[in-house]
């Protein structure tokens, strides 16, 4: 899928990225977009996007975009979103979800 279709409100600077080299990537953003809310949605975008523009390999695109997304769906499930987490949140992310015991 070419990323014009995918931009939306997305800033023209990324219309040049080497969609070959990280079509997985893009590919799996459109799919998590659509499990997520609207502002979780565009989030990962743009930090996938700039992810993409500091040339980092497309396994460490993945690899980013799967831990920020499992964050995201994690605060959606407690109700929360960006805009109302807060370091506790994080903290009990981290906790719980990336080293239960």
């Known amino acids: 899928m070419p990323i ?4 939306g409100s ?12 990280y079509r997985l990537s893009l590919r799996r953003l459109v799919k998590a ?3 997520l809310s609207p502002i979780h949605g565009e ?7 700039d ?5 980092h390999s497309p396994s460490e695109v993945y690899t980013k975009m799967s831990r920020l997304n499992k964050f995201l769906k994690w605060l959606e499930r407690r109700g929360k979103d ?3 987490c807060t370091g506790f949140d994080i ?7 990336i080293n239960p015991q």
Do not use: S
Not at 51 to 55: K, L, T, W
Not at 91 to 97: A, G, I, N, W
């Open 4 to 7: 014009q279709a995918m931009q």
């Open 10 to 21: 997305i800033a023209p600077d990324y219309y040049d990225i080497d969609e070959q080299k």
């Open 33 to 35: 977009k659509k499990d």
């Open 43 to 49: 989030l990962l975008e743009l930090v996938i996007y």
């Open 51 to 55: 992810i993409i523009a500091e040339n």
């Open 82 to 84: 960006i805009t109302t």
């Open 91 to 97: 903290f009990r992310y981290l906790v719980q979800e």
